[in-house]
């Protein structure tokens, strides 16, 4: 099974930082695609950022610029570099790994359990 341990979330001022952290574990499961979702009370999940195995990245509109996503695939880590927080980004943010155990069986995603980011406003 995989799991996912989420940390770096908490209470931040409007204009500050935090860094979150995603580290993705399972016996003999290989991972592709990680990313970062977001939920805020009453409305739906959304993707933030998503990086693949090579690196390549997507990020949210509303993120660009301020929010940087990166991944240590050595240690299945995924990190999601938060700048310049506004009270709109206040959510939940999960984590999402696309894993499989071999080439022949599909890739499903798995999702961490959460951490709550709050920004007053």
């Known amino acids: 099974q995989v799991q996912l341990v989420e940390s770096g979330g908490g209470l931040v001022q409007a204009g500050g930082s935090l860094r979150l952290s995603c580290l993705a574990s399972?016996?003999?499961?290989?991972?592709?695609?990680m990313g970062w979702y977001r939920q805020a009370p009453g409305k739906q999940r959304e993707l933030v950022a998503v990086?693949?195995?090579?690196?390549?990245?997507k990020y949210a509109d509303s993120v660009k610029g301020r929010f940087t996503i990166s991944r240590t695939n050595a240690k299945n880590t995924v990190y999601l570099q938060m700048n310049s927080l506004k009270p709109e980004d206040t959510a939940v943010y999960y984590c999402?790994?696309?894993?499989?155990?071999?080439?022949?069986?599909?890739?499903?995603?798995?999702w961490g359990q959460g951490t709550q980011v709050t920004v007053p406003s």
């Open positions: 399972g016996s003999n499961f290989r991972f592709s695609t």
């Open positions: 999402n790994v696309l894993a499989r155990i071999t080439s022949a069986t599909p890739w499903r995603a798995y």
């Open positions: 990086i693949s195995s090579a690196g390549s990245t």
